[in-house]
């Protein structure tokens, strides 16, 4: 395979991508990369005002975005979707799940036990994460299952990996994320085509809206769980949303081709680490 072959790989020209949360700090950041690389994306969001830092980018091309109000928990929403995407683009070649995300009432504090973490927070998360991930996959994956071909990629989490101390409910989802992935791989290769592939990302410790007070004082300097993060991951610092990429391209490319049902970790070494 000589550099030409190699780099066409990366030129998602003419493919169609839907990005759910695709407004948010990593589904944004995905977002600007594959319309850099000639994509047609549709950033898919319960919000579908495009914040400036991704306007700019996504503007400069060279290929073609929308931005399309969806409810990653209500079908109707999604299938309406569908309508909108599809007559702008035509065919949807690839969804990517990044809508997600944590619950405060879902934490654990000593103020907010264990023992009393509410249900409509506990749901909250298990849906969003959970049933946000299954549901476009449903919606947008019957379209790819009719043509025979088509990639899927969620996000999963580092506490899909190793359970982290507070957030149990925001675990245990991202770990079933993970074990959707693999039975969704199975399901589409062996039920309908062994050219519809499914993988995960897991993202380590990356700096977002919805992590920065328990990571960051105001002054931005650690605070105490943000300098256990940083204690146990070997590279020393929190991730950048642009080092996700390189996976996320590889993974979505035809350079990954013979690979399904896998979660990849992307967390400066956060999981080789025993502590010792």
Known sequence: MNLQELTQMYDFTGKTIVITGG????????????VGCGAN???????????????????????????VYGDVLIRESLETAVSQISAVFGDIDILIN???????????SIENPFFDLPDDALRFVFDLNVIGTILPSQIFGRIMAKRGEGIILNISSMNAFRPLTRVPAYSAAKAGVSNFTQWLAVHMA???SPQ????????????????????????????????????H?????????????????????????FVTGITVPVDGGFSAFSGV
């Not at 949303?241 to 990954?256: C, F, I, M, N, Q």
């Open 23 to 34: 407004t948010g700090v990593l589904g944004g950041e995905m977002a600007c990369a594959l």
């Open 41 to 67: 994306v549709a950033v898919l969001d319960r919000n579908p005002n495009l914040p400036d830092e991704l306007k700019q980018p996504m503007d400069a091309g060279p290929g073609k975005y929308i931005v």
């Open 98 to 108: 990044a809508a997600g995300g944590n619950h405060p009432q879902a934490t654990t």
């Open 190 to 192: 062996q039920e309908y």
């Open 196 to 231: 519809i592939r499914v993988n995960a990302l897991a993202p380590g410790f990356f700096i977002g809206k919805q992590n920065r007070a328990l990571l960051l004082n105001e002054d931005d300097s650690l605070t105490p769980r943000g300098q256990t993060i940083i204690d």
């Open 233 to 257: 991951t070997p590279m020393g610092r929190f991730g950048r949303p642009e080092e996700l990429l390189g996976t996320a391209l590889w993974l979505l490319s035809p350079a990954s081709g």
